[in-house]
């Protein structure tokens, strides 16, 4: 989660202008079979336009022919995927699939949203429960279940509660007059996230109860009773 950054330079073509983005635009009349069907004739266009750029010198970067890999295809929907495939494999073009997945996907990613959107919206009960059952809180079902009645939580959970609801509360003081990327830091490392993936990455967690125990990070890395 420590990303580090260097200049990017774009390569410069034969007369020195940037590179560039192509939509997949194309023009029936340049295909040979017209009856095609329009996932097809897409595919083809695109097909015909990567050996353009490998094999012309219309494309030069740096002086020299671009590779295959030199060549990003970018589209919104997998449907037409196979056809593009099927395009690329029949003029000999190596290509590689990258795979997408969905940023909600990430436990990092989803509990972090989980948060800010309770900060914006205190109301918002599914919000609420994500955060009780992240690791910001880590209660466990009966314990939440217990919060959402109004009633006390478990023993086992009370202290690791008292340290959310602090961390909460400082939280709201400085949300709304930080920069994003200052309250995302505070919620990775004062929220406890980053002790987690330490020992996660070590190894260093364990299941009680059917649920996964991490030590807790929270405000000056206090311990929560595990």
């Known amino acids: 989660f420590e990303a580090r950054f260097a200049p990017i330079r774009a390569g410069r073509q034969a007369d020195n202008t940037a590179s560039r983005i192509i939509f997949a635009v194309y023009n029936r009349d340049e295909i040979e079979d017209e009856e095609l069907k329009e996932g097809v004739l ?16 219309e494309f ?21 995927q196979m056809n593009i495939e099927k395009s690329l494999k029949r003029r000999g073009i190596e290509y590689q699939i990258a795979e ?19 900060l ?75 002790a987690l993936k330490r020992h996660t990455t070590k190894g260093r967690y364990h299941h009680e109860k059917g649920r996964t125990e991490t030590r807790s990070a929270v405000g000056r890395r206090r311990e929560a009773v595990l």
């Open 42 to 57: 897409e595919a083809e266009a695109i097909g015909d336009y990567c050996n353009r750029i490998l094999y012309s010198d």
């Open 100 to 118: 997408t997945r969905s940023l909600m996907l990430d436990a990092v990613s989803s509990d972090f949203y989980s948060f800010i959107n309770y």
């Open 60 to 80: 030069l970067v740096d002086g020299k022919r671009p590779q295959p890999s030199d060549i990003a295809i970018l589209f919104g929907t997998s449907s037409n």
């Open 120 to 194: 914006l919206y205190p109301e918002d009960r599914r919000s609420f429960i994500a955060l009780l059952k992240s690791p910001f809180c880590g209660l466990c079902e009966q314990s939440i279940e217990n919060v959402l009645a109004g009633e006390e939580v478990l023993d086992i959970d009370r202290t690791r509660y008292s340290v959310f609801c602090s961390f909460l509360e400082s939280v709201k003081e400085t949300a709304f007059r930080s920069t994003i990327a200052a309250l995302l830091e505070k919620l990775y490392v004062e929220g406890g996230y980053k």
